[in-house]
């Protein structure tokens, strides 16, 4: 074990989410320059009668003159209760069935997982990836490609064949790597069940290691540039690979989210630039010892190399010899998701949240239009980006991340567009994550998942965090949905209105805006919205990924979950439970309907889970497939 390994893990110790991680290790600043926390006496009612949003129609959801009971439910399962079981539970009449797991060989070359080592680097390379995130399925005739992210690893399940459990040699480091990135993979149906078609042509990994081409206003730029590319043209790999997006000519984009916990510095007194703090990049590494084998995660040689990651990576599902592209001119942050749609005069738009306390919400529109069955190739490589700013009177206005408004180059805004984003004047969120657009109307979801610093501290950028707006609680610890409308129904408008679809809550616990919004009841109760995806029908299914305490401001809530939302009414209701310690997160339909692929993300993370084969087994993250046992459609 090198020094640098012992270091890192002793980072590793710590069983903390990135977020938490950042928070612990670098605290941003403990005074807030507003005084409005103070005094918030807030009745529920109270409250959410304050949020007046929507044009005339004004309403938070939930609160509505047409409550859920009044309406006809589109919802047409029977809600499934919160438990804290060690499987998945899902609707009377409805069926699950495990598709792949981490480790599972995608080629017959490869082998069958081993619990007893959790695998090598040869293995991994040749297997799914790990802790699997953000998927879309892609269907060319009659064969049908999954693609899947692999967001990271935890050490301690990753590691549990090594009594340090965590990386002790350069193999385990490889393993790691190789378990990141991106899975491609045939799959088919076979007597009702979908299984992975081992040695498909199409199917593919994507590690940390491999060829990226970088595109757009910051390609060739000297802050791209490192010794192993002088060019700052190409990079190799991609990493945390969080939610993801699908572009209507049928790529596939992968969001390189926290980034920054793979850097470490050889040297301990380093002192990492401003522009690399704003984005937590630290001398220690969060365990992993990329470092150790890969010179390039060694901040003190390699100081740009920071700056190659942190992007949206655009990926022909279809052709496993394409080279991954980096879209810089969808700006670089800690991307959670990236939503497409196609505006009124084409042009492509696509919403994408940076998942950070107090961090923002953007919109990128194409200078291109997309052309039906033309070539799309170049539509994300030139555009114009733009920030949310939310009034308190419902409308809010995209901000335009121009040099003029940030005096900064337009490559140098692709690169350090947090930096830009804050000289704009954006609102501060709580933790934008998954974005989702209506299938039928200009209106459009974003998850903001829970910030423990509203109202408490800045962001990293020094922005001030008011409780007001769509982030409305301070200390938020359940989370909400907000919403917009575009002005005129144009998603490449500058101006929208917003309300809240949700405010997730504990009415069983609290009786003020803790309790959440009246579409939030003790039968439906949640926290940390985060995955996000409208089925083909307009119904928004919701995933968690938060507290499974299940006591306190948690009680009765359960282990994480996915529920459906129907946006017109406002009804929710909790369509599955995952297993232990799990999030639940990726979602994607197949084209008929009749299957949901879901994710479930490291199950037992805190060593209490042998989901999904039982036993004393190893936890594994999988992706499994949901049917109704009659057939019929899901929803
Ligand atoms: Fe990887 Fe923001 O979740
Ligand atoms: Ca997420
Ligand atoms: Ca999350």
Known sequence: MTNLIREAATAA???LSFDDWDEVT?????VCGFDIVADKAMSRRGFLGALTVFGATSFLMGTSALTPAQAASRLSFRQVAANTEDTITVPEGYSWDLVISWGDPLWSKGVAFDDATRGTAESQELAFG????????FVDGNRHVLAVNNE???????????????PENADDVRKGKAAHGVS?????????????????????????????????????????KTKADPSGTRSLGTWNNCGNGRTPWGTYLACEENFNGYFSSSDANYKPSAELSRYGVKTEDWGYAWATVDERFDIFKHPHEPNRAGYVVEIDPMDPAS????????????????????????????YMGDDERGEFLYKFVSDGVYAVGGDNSGLLENGDLFVAKFNEDGSGEWLALTPEVTGMSEAEICIHTRIAASKAGATTMDRPEWVSAHPHKAEVYCCLTNNKNRGVKTNAGGDETPATGPNPREKNNYGQIVRWQPKGGDHTAAGFDWNLFVLAGNPTVHSDAYAGSGNVTADNMFNSPDGLAFDSTGLLWIQTDGSYKNEGDFAGMGNNQMLVGDPE??????????????????????????????????????????FPRGGDTVPRSCVVAIRRNDGGLIG
């Open 13 to 15: 110790d710590h069983e």
């Open 130 to 137: 790990d802790n699997n995130d953000g998927m879309a399925l």
């Open 184 to 224: 491609v993979m045939e799959v088919v149906e076979q007597e009702g069940k979908w299984v992975t078609v081992v040695d498909s042509p199409l199917n593919r990994r994507i590690t940390a290691d491999s060829p990226m081409e970088i595109t757009g206003p910051a390609r060739g730029h000297d802050l791209l």
């Open 323 to 350: 080279t991954p592209k980096k879209r810089t001119a969808l700006g670089r942050f800690k991307h959670e998701n990236a939503e497409v749609v196609v505006a009124a005069d084409g042009r492509i738009v696509v």
């Open 152 to 166: 990271y690893t935890n050490r301690p399940i990753m590691y549990g064949n090594r009594e340090s459990k965590k």
């Open 26 to 30: 670098s605290p941003g600043p403990d």
């Open 569 to 610: 009414t406002g009804e929710i209701k909790r369509f599955l439970v995952g297993p232990k310690e799990c999030e639940v997160t990726g979602i994607t339909w197949s084209p008929d309907r009749k299957t949901v692929f879901v994710g479930i993300q490291h199950p037992g993370e805190k060593g209490d889970s042998h």
